[in-house]
């Protein structure tokens, strides 16, 4: 089939490899010239596992291509992917700027029963304003709404192997263009209408933050009556009503999702009539989450010229992304109260007023406190006596329960996690 991926982010990027790889004809237009120029050369403009070799067999197989016009990129699409950003208004809704601007654009070029395909996370009611928008411009295209659940750092797996694919539409003759679409991924698929579709997306984001949000406070609860909150989650996680996903404690949830998500469902909720005080709640806790990281930071040690080493950047691990990334808040906090922090991060990009460092136990050389705000792997196999020796006060905040306590305290060192 004939496809066309309007926008060379992330979800553009993962959703026109990942077409091509099934098969289809992917062009991706891209405006950005240096994105594009990357791309063109075979080259993933950021870090996730397995998307270089998925996106170089497209090419290789002469299935994508890549186009600084996107009118030239629809050019004769039976399937338009809208995969631009919808960022965050001063009140949490949706900017749907991008979209209204490009579908203004590219309205006049869609073939007779195109079917454009909003993949990017939009307010509920989207389907039925762009329809009427294109309407407007002449174009004899059926819009319809099939959310994108990416998570980063297994976004390859889970695009080639979802739990499900999501199609809103009320017309049949699109439903079925894009059954036809996924049909070799074999994936359950929930066919129903535009505005149930876009919420779908909210809605679990939402409560994957809630769980990420009820772990931390329950962390924060057995802090304060001496309960160990890895075994009490170990016991909740057995009961197959309640499952082990997304109830790890850390610094509070990060990234481009979850953060812009929870605040954009909060908006809808307003405008609807509907106070959603349980996910204002959600955001307030998670806010103060890093608060109380840094609160242990500074337990330990006065802050003012202070050494904060810093294992992780990156909002989470698997990925380069430092957006709404919980470390990254925690160390412009640290920075701001006057500490000097020292960081290393197996992918994540430059922070400013961080000093950048090559490995672990360069973090940990001379600082007065060790911070742990990533939970990348290789983290847990790093030599702690080495670390000890490294530090000028052997102090490690774990954010993110990677150490065994025991151990850290067997070697003289001090030892704080979350709810431990």
Same mark, same amino acid.
């Given at each position: ?63 994508i291509s890549f186009h600084a016009d996107n009118k030239e ?71 319809i709404s099939n959310p994108e659940f990416l998570r980063e ?112 469902? /909060?908006?809808?909720?307003? @405008? $609807?009539?509907? *106070?959603?005080?349980? &996910?204002?709640?959600?955001? %307030?806790?998670? =806010?103060? +989450? ?66 950048? /460092?090559?490995?672990?136990? @360069? $973090?940990?050389? *001379?600082?007065?406190? &060790?911070?742990?705000?990533? %939970?990348?792997? =290789?983290? +847990? ?32 060192m001090e030892y704080e996690g979350i709810g431990r």
């Open positions: 089939m004939q496809i066309a991926v309007i926008g060379a982010g992330y979800v553009g990027v993962v959703t026109g490899a990942g077409l091509a790889y099934l098969g289809h004809t992917v062009r991706l237009g891209e405006r950005d010239p240096a994105k594009l120029a990357t791309l063109s050369a075979g080259r993933v403009p950021f870090f996730e596992a397995g998307l270089d070799r998925l996106l170089a067999e497209g090419i290789d197989n002469n299935l990129a629809v050019e004769g699409a039976r399937v338009v992917f809208i995969a631009l950003p919808t960022p965050p208004d001063e009140d949490g809704s949706a900017d749907i700027s991008y979209i209204e601007g490009a579908l203004e654009d590219l309205g006049p070029r869609l073939e007779p029963q195109t079917v454009v395909v909003l993949k990017s996370t939009v307010p509920v009611g989207s389907v039925a304003r762009f329809q009427a928008f294109l309407d407007e411009l002449g174009a004899e295209a059926t819009v750092g297994s976004a390859v797996g889970d695009f080639l192997h979802p739990d499900r694919v999501v199609i809103g539409t009320r017309n049949q003759d699109a439903a079925e263009v894009m059954l036809e679409l996924y049909q070799a991924l074999q994936a359950p698929v929930v066919v129903t209408d535009p505005a149930s579709s876009e919420m779908i997306k909210y809605a679990s984001n939402a409560y994957l933050a809630t769980r990420i949000t009820f772990a931390n406070a329950i962390a924060n609860l057995c802090e304060s009556v001496g309960a160990d909150v890895k075994d009490v989650l170990l016991g909740m996680g057995y009961d197959r009503r309640v499952g082990f996903h997304f109830l790890n404690p850390g610094p509070g949830y990060g990234g481009s999702c979850f953060p812009k998500d929870t605040r954009a469902l /909060v908006a809808i909720a307003d @405008q $609807a009539g509907y *106070d959603f005080s349980l &996910l204002r709640g959600v955001i %307030e806790v998670n =806010e103060l +989450q890093r608060q109380r990281v840094i609160e242990k930071v500074r337990a330990a040690v006065v802050l003012e010229g202070a050494t904060v080493g810093l294992w992780g950047l990156a909002f989470k691990a698997g990925t380069d992304d430092i957006r709404e990334s919980p470390a990254v808040f925690l160390a412009e906090e640290l920075i701001a109260a006057g500490a000097t922090v020292q960081a290393f991060d197996p992918e994540a990009a430059h922070v400013d007023g961080v000093i950048r /460092v090559d490995d672990p136990i @360069q $973090a940990a050389k *001379d600082a007065d406190v &060790l911070l742990i705000a990533t %939970e990348w792997p =290789e983290f +847990q196999s790093v030599d702690l006596r080495a670390i000890r020796d490294a530090m000028a006060s052997p102090h490690i905040i774990d954010a993110r329960n990677m150490l065994d306590p025991d151990a850290v305290r067997h070697l003289g």
